[in-house]
């Protein structure tokens, strides 16, 4: 199925540092989502993006819905150990009932203390 | 709010028996839940869409009699993985769409599935 571009990969950084990460999708989408994923666990919502240009926080968590709409961005400043984990991007495509989502493939984090 | 629970969390089995995974919605009522399954370090494969009073829609590839869903009621769905064999192995994840938030999906914790 479809999937979006997440880079970086992985990422290895120490702490206090910021880290940004990206999505870029071949199609206009009209709501991005960024999850984090602890081992073994299901994904946690982070930030919600409904409108092109919007810049949303939660905490020391930035994302920004990208005027194109096709890319979206996630970035943690002053990173700490429990930052570690999988950062996943996710679409939607279409307005209305279809709540389906198109996944990233995911930003695995490592932070050293 | 929008908590999702799963159970079980773990399950080993035998090849040949089924195995049946519960996820509820604790704290709202969910019209559609959706099923997934992940691979070590990949990203979440959508399985199936789950809505409550009717039949699950099943994304392309995925066999819905070899992987029953029921959505009997507002935050009740289930998944059965029927005659499981060793590559039905992996981590299943629902989530449960929230209308206290857009509708976005909340994530249950998920099960690890191990068919020996």
């Known amino acids: 199925g479809q999937q979006l571009n997440q880079s970086p990969q992985s990422m290895f950084i120490q702490e206090g540092e910021d880290v940004s990460m990206n999505c870029t999708s071949s199609?206009?989408?009209?709501?991005w989502l960024w999850y984090k994923q602890d081992p073994g666990e299901g994904p946690v919502l982070l930030i919600a993006?409904?409108?092109a240009g919007e810049l949303t926080s939660n905490g020391r968590l930035t994302a920004q819905f990208g005027i194109t709409r096709k890319d979206s961005f996630l970035n943690i400043s002053a990173s700490i150990p429990s930052d570690v984990g999988i950062y996943f991007c996710?679409?939607?495509?279409?307005?209305?009932?279809?709540?389906?989502?198109?996944w990233g493939l995911g930003t695995s984090l490592a932070v050293n203390p | 709010g929008a908590v999702v629970s799963q159970h079980p969390s773990r399950v080993i089995c035998k090849s040949g028996t089924s195995v049946k995974i519960e996820c509820r919605s604790l704290?709202?009522?969910?019209?559609?839940m959706f099923w997934y399954r992940q691979f070590p370090k990949q990203s979440l494969m959508l399985m199936a869409t789950?809505?409550?009073?009717?039949?699950?829609?099943?994304e392309q590839g995925v066999e819905k009699d070899k992987f029953l869903i029921n959505h009997a009621s507002l935050t009740l769905s289930t998944l059965t993985v029927t005659s499981a064999h060793p590559e039905d192995s992996s981590f299943y994840i629902c989530?449960?769409?929230?209308?206290?938030?857009?509708?976005?999906?909340?994530f249950g914790p998920g099960t690890r599935l191990t068919v020996l």
């Open positions: 989530s449960a769409a929230s209308g206290r938030v857009r509708n976005e999906q909340f």
């Open positions: 704290d709202f009522q969910a019209t559609t």
């Open positions: 789950s809505n409550e009073g009717s039949k699950a829609t099943y």
């Open positions: 199609s206009i989408f009209n709501t």
């Open positions: 993006l409904y409108k």
């Open positions: 996710a679409g939607r495509i279409n307005a209305g009932n279809n709540r389906k989502l198109i």
